[in-house]
């Protein structure tokens, strides 16, 4: 049963597409801690997050699109940001947060 479990646990694992952090660049970390400290605007940020979906680090899955959309960032990303820029998180976390909130 448990060797069942990890089979399919690893089937689930390798069948989610995933960010690849990996290939983040230090700038783009850099970004995230001067906004999170409010060096920098919404817009550098974004710019950065941008970047990233530009260049096949973060995917973007097909969505629908809805009537309304959020033109503010959830004040979350802003403190996983700090998080990941002062390494209290790792890059796969920060990446996948952000592809998170671009899935939402």
Known sequence: MLKTVTILSLLIVVAIPSAFAAEVPDWIKNNAGWWADGIIDDSSFV????????????????????GTAESTIPGWVKNTAGWWSGNQISDDDFVNAIQHLIKV
């Not at 680090?57 to 629908?64: F, G, H, L, M, S």
Request: charged share 10%; aromatic share 4%.
């Open 47 to 66: 710019s950065g997050i941008e970047w990233l979906v530009s260049n096949g680090i973060i995917e973007v899955p097909a969505t629908a699109v809805s």
